[in-house]
């Protein structure tokens, strides 16, 4: 069994800062591309930022500059650095990640449970 957990949403003003922080744990052999994604209400969920194993990143446009994402390999842990906050940031973000299971022959997708970003004006 394979569990993401994320942390740190909440409340910031527009122009602060938040760190998300996503962690997987259970039965993992690897784990490949990770990525935030968020979901406002009445919106479908978009993607913000992926990284790959290796380090390789893609963002949105409307976060480009904004927000950065990072991974610590050892720790199975994937953040999101999010600067320069706007109203229309505000989401609930979730946490995905490929991840291989067992003796390596099978890879699923996991999500986190998701956190609540809210960005006042």
């Known amino acids: 069994q394979v569990q993401l957990v994320e942390s740190g949403g909440g409340l910031v003003q527009a122009g602060g800062s938040l760190r998300l922080s996503c962690a997987a744990s259970g039965s993992i052999f690897s784990i490949n591309r990770m990525g935030w994604y968020r979901q406002a209400p009445g919106n479908q969920r978009e993607l913000v930022a992926t990284?790959?194993?290796?380090?390789?990143?893609n963002y949105a446009d409307s976060v480009k500059g904004r927000f950065t994402i990072s991974r610590d390999n050892a720790k199975n842990t994937v953040y999101l650095q999010m600067n320069s906050l706007k109203f229309e940031d505000t989401a609930v973000y979730y946490c995905?990640?490929?991840?291989?299971?067992?003796?390596?022959?099978?890879?699923?997708?996991?999500w986190g449970q998701g956190t609540q970003v809210t960005v006042s004006s």
């Open positions: 990284i790959t194993s290796g380090g390789s990143t």
């Open positions: 995905k990640a490929i991840i291989a299971t067992g003796g390596g022959t099978s890879t699923f997708q996991y």
